[in-house]
């Protein structure tokens, strides 16, 4: 598999000196893979730190800016980031008003930073923590006890980033953030597989003519495999799977998210039947965003995230962001 | 090849229905195919309109809004829009200060908007042109006499865009569009095919191990294959070429674009190997975009444009933009 790429040993700080370059607003620490925000700590806020493993841009750097995260700690490819990373971020961006820790639920990740919130809090930074588990496809997965966090950690991220930003104390922001996670669903699909740079070779293998449905952002196993769907046919499935599971009773924000290599021209068919199919089922959609969020690196396919959003946090998701991959209002 | 569609025959119409849903701020007329700014025409302001085969989103309409394109209109895949859309789009847009067409420099697309040109000046409407020809890869190519435009107008679209914005009349926003077009210079490179959904597979042959060196958006052949080179060495190629030829004497604006199915993680590595080779060549970037912006498809590769700005065309480029694939300072 070719990759514009040097060596596969270096993409993640090669990327990161990419970052730099771009972003002028961020710093960027190479050496230890920290990106925070230029301005951090800002005076009276919350710090909000998240991060994963590498393979999932924008997520988390991307997001990283005014109304969402402080700081970003990416790890390598599809491996968490270590709690040194986490601690150094948390010290960076703490103002005195505590830091949030916003996880996705792989078990290395939850791990690591559950580690580095102690370490933190003997440093004297006062600390809580979110995990992220919005996907419905599976319960336990390859890399997870429990549900996987995927595409609701955006929600969580700006919406808890605004409410940080209109100077919610800690326990408010946090709560904000659980509430988000509750209230948001996930269903992925992929038409192809991965590649990470290490293996140098697809992570796993799906025949032509199918597909693989409930599938996760690292290529670890969905649901079931099926013969070629339609857009029509898989925004039914996805659909289906996310408002069974959520029952919303109100209007949800939506997030029609690609995998990486699926082009924006089918992104946006899809989101035309992952419209109707909300519609159909009775869901009101008050914002769409559709493009490469969350993805795993050169997959093909896609996903769904539906947030039930009432009035204030309708109002946490107008409100202005400026990172590198979300900007508006500012 | 396996595609998030329903049928290759609607892909285009499907796509519009869900730009639609997504952005309420357009008014996208799906039966006759033009997206235009749901405020146009704006009193007093030149209107832009620009458009040309689908296939390369978010080009053109992910740049209708505030301060870039007043109307898009997307043809067929690779496939030139018809005059009939560009007169609609002339007339939507145009509050009797003029309108501008942004036309890519492929033989369909300049042979019909300049039909449309002369279509909307029965019409009652003044209407400037300005053709975009920036990719010093190749001289002549499959679907254009002279230089190709690809990822220029993106600069094109955005500081006559802001020209406009500000109240400049038609013929200096035309000006300075022909101006930053002969200010810009474009490379780009494929690692794999793109695939079009009415053809169903490849539409050219790159063997492992191999990439084209001076690609089309649409896959149509460039300088060169060569053995598969690392990411420095891809740099270097394509800031060479592009230095040679525009001999910049001040900073410019740089574009490292994805082609569609190459990952953010290594767009963003290949960032710095083209800060690194400006630098060498004692070129300053002033600003740097990094991204899927002009696309080819499902193609993996990437392309390099930069364009040299002044202090007013900075400014330019630094003022507000509003459109869904590019937005700040609103």
Redesign the interface.
Request: hydrophobic share 45%; with cysteine.
């Given at each position: 598999m070719?990759?514009?790429?040097?060596?596969p040993e270096?993409?993640?700080p090669?990327?990161?000196?990419?970052?730099?370059?771009?972003h002028p607003e961020l710093n960027v620490d190479v050496a230890t893979r920290v990106v925070v925000r230029r301005e951090a700590p800002v005076e009276g806020k919350v710090g909000l730190v998240s991060g994963g493993g590498?393979?999932h841009?924008?997520l988390h750097a991307?997001f990283v800016g005014r109304g969402m995260l402080d700081a970003a700690c990416p790890g390598e490819?599809f491996t968490s980031p270590v709690p040194d990373q986490m601690t150094r971020a948390a010290a960076a961006v703490d103002s005195g008003a505590g830091v949030l820790f916003i996880i996705k639920n792989y078990t290395g990740d939850v791990l690591n930073f559950e580690m580095a919130a102690e370490l933190a809090e003997d440093e004297g930074v006062q600390v809580a923590t979110v995990v992220v588990n919005d996907d419905v496809a599976v319960t336990d997965s390859l890399y997870t006890a429990g549900r996987r966090g995927t595409g609701g950690t955006l929600f969580v991220e700006k919406l808890a980033g605004a409410a940080a930003e209109e100077g919610a104390p800690l326990d408010r922001v946090a709560m904000i953030a659980r509430q988000v996670n509750e209230r948001c669903r996930s269903f992925g699909v992929a038409?192809?597989a991965c590649t990470t740079p290490a293996k140098g070779s697809p992570t796993f293998d799906l025949p032509?003519?199918e597909?693989e449905l409930g599938i996760g952002i690292h290529g670890e196993p969905g649901r079931e495999r099926r013969a070629?769907m339609?857009?029509?046919e898989?925004a039914d499935v996805a659909v289906e799977a996310l408002v069974e599971d959520l029952r919303p009773d109100g209007p949800v924000l939506a997030l029609?998210n690609g995998m990486?290599?699926?082009?924006?021209?089918?992104?946006?068919?899809?989101?035309?039947?992952v419209?109707r199919a909300l519609g159909e089922r009775g869901v009101p959609?008050v914002r769409?965003?559709?493009g490469?969020y969350v993805?795993s690196?050169?997959m093909?396919?896609?996903s769904v995230t539906i947030c039930e959003a009432d009035e204030d946090l309708l109002r946490l998701w107008d409100a202005p962001v400026?990172t590198p991959a979300l900007?508006?209002?500012?």
């Open positions: 070719k990759m514009l790429i040097n060596v270096t993409v993640v090669d990327a990161l000196r990419g970052i730099a370059a771009a590498s393979g841009e924008p991307g490819v038409l192809s032509p003519g597909l070629m339609t857009s029509h898989i029609v990486g290599a699926t082009p924006l021209l089918e992104l946006y068919g899809f989101n035309a039947e419209h959609v769409t965003l559709v490469n993805t690196l050169d093909a396919g896609c400026r900007r508006w209002g500012c």
